[in-house]
């Protein structure tokens, strides 16, 4: 019986043997070509991973240079440096470094600075929260500009429930109601901070002080006249 069985495995392996023996004969040219090709592509994929990488470090130390130029004072070098990288550097970087030229020119010129941002919204290719900041940024930069109303409704659309941004835009919209005098208007938009779970605990403790101002009502300041002051002086003719 054991001898059977050890014929039996022995006229396997041959049968085996003989089918991979043709199909090598059949199919070795393509089963070489799929190997080349195999190698190749890892090896390819390989070296675009560290032209990546290579990439990526000469972006951030270009970026860095250009960061510490704009701390330094020299905007004109800095915006350069930026510009460069917004051009040809890696799409995080360029995409950082447009945002970084958008915020250095509203320090020079906000309204320039604003459409900087106001194309960053616009860019579909970029992410809905990355549009949204530009939004945002654009709007602060718009407030105590020529057309805030403008700005204000932008605000209002970020002040969505759902919207990453919903604090800071409804504490400027608050703050801006105060401002105006619109105590009630102000007390609605500081509520919907207060009411929001996800409010940050800072912001939560600022509202603590909005809303007892708004409290206090509309605020009227007068010029008081210090105590004990001297009359004027007499008219001498």
């Known amino acids: ?36 090709l195999l190698v190749a592509g890892v090896g390819g994929y390989n070296y675009w991973r560290h032209a990546e990488r290579v990439r990526a470090e000469a972006a951030s130390e270009r970026y860095d240079v250009a960061n510490r130029l704009a701390k330094d004072g020299k905007t004109e070098e800095a915006d350069r440096d930026f510009a460069a990288i917004r051009t040809d550097g890696p799409g995080g970087y360029a995409l950082l470094a447009r945002f970084r030229l958008a915020a250095e020119t509203a320090k020079r010129d906000p309204a320039a600075g604003a459409a900087a941002y106001d194309g960053l919204a616009a860019d579909t290719g970029i992410g809905d929260s990355l549009r949204d900041l530009a939004r945002l940024r654009a709007a602060l930069l718009r407030l105590d500009g020529s057309d805030p ?19 800071t835009a409804r504490e400027m919209l608050g703050l801006t109601a105060l401002k105006r005098g ?39 300041v007068t010029e008081a006249k210090p105590e004990n002051a001297a009359p004027p002086p007499p008219i001498t003719r």
Do not use: C
């Open 149 to 167: 109303n403008a700005a204000l409704a932008s605000l209002q659309g970020l002040a969505a429930p759902t919207n990453a941004f919903r604090h």
């Open 182 to 220: 619109d105590v009630e208007g102000a007390g609605r938009w500081f509520d919907q901070i207060s009411a929001d779970a996800e409010t940050p605990q800072g912001l939560r403790q600022r509202v603590e002080v909005y809303e007892a101002l708004v409290a206090g009502g509309p605020v009227t």
């Open 1 to 36: 019986m054991a001898e059977n069985n050890e014929f039996i495995r022995e006229v396997d392996e041959d049968y085996r043997r003989d089918q991979i023996a043709k199909i090598w004969k059949r199919y070795n040219a393509l089963i070489i070509t799929g190997a080349i």
